[in-house]
């Protein structure tokens, strides 16, 4: 499979995925979202920041996925990961208090991250707030 991680720009994490100073991406939901059961070693990962094109690639070396989180959890996996995930330690009670009511976290281990050339994306059908796409082939997204 392959998948499009849509980032927020304000944050510049994709330069620290290309550094490799991000090698894990991590997602905290209330429900269930793609890529949950539905991303796996050796499946890649393309990259953009909304608003602009995919311009980044990455293989998944391994997926996590925690549910039922409790702040206690939730404390563990960001004190754990987060330095991975582009979280200082200094922030991670920022992230425990932004992250309270969520019920599910996914981490999505990166390797090889590349620049490729940028391309933009077509997500009709997905919903306007699609923040991560599952397709077969990216080539099925790609205008």
Same mark, same amino acid.
């Given at each position: 499979?392959?998948?499009? =991680?849509?980032?927020?720009? /304000?944050?510049?994490?994709?330069?620290? !995925?290309?550094?490799?100073?991000?090698?894990?991406? /991590?997602?905290?939901?209330?429900?269930?979202? =793609?890529?949950?059961?539905?991303? #796996?070693?050796?499946? !890649?990962?393309?990259?953009?920041?909304? +608003?602009?094109?995919?311009?980044?690639? =990455?293989?998944? #070396?391994?997926?996590?996925? $925690? /549910?039922?989180?409790?702040?206690?959890?939730?404390?563990?996996?960001?004190?754990?990961?987060?330095?991975?995930?582009?979280?200082?330690?200094?922030?991670? =009670?920022?992230?425990?208090?932004? $992250?309270?009511?969520?019920?599910?976290?996914?981490?999505?281990?990166?390797?090889?991250?590349?620049?490729?050339?940028?391309?933009?994306?077509?997500?009709?059908?997905? +919903?306007?707030?699609?923040?991560? !796409?599952?397709?077969?082939?990216?080539?099925? !997204?790609?205008?």
């Amino acid at each position: 499979m392959e998948h499009l =991680a849509i980032m927020k720009k /304000s944050w510049g994490l994709l330069p620290k !995925i290309i550094t490799g100073e991000k090698t894990i991406e /991590s997602r905290w939901y209330k429900n269930k979202y =793609a890529p949950w059961n539905k991303i #796996a070693k050796g499946d !890649i990962v393309y990259f953009k920041n909304f +608003g602009e094109r995919v311009s980044i690639n =990455a293989i998944v #070396a391994n997926v996590l996925q $925690f /549910s039922d989180l409790t702040p206690t959890k939730t404390r563990k996996i960001l004190t754990k990961y987060g330095s991975r995930d582009g979280i200082p330690k200094n922030e991670v =009670a920022k992230y425990c208090k932004i $992250f309270k009511d969520k019920k599910y976290c996914l981490l999505v281990f990166l390797k090889n991250p590349k620049k490729i050339i940028p391309f933009k994306i077509n997500k009709t059908g997905f +919903g306007a707030m699609s923040a991560w !796409i599952v397709v077969e082939n990216m080539n099925q !997204i790609k205008q």
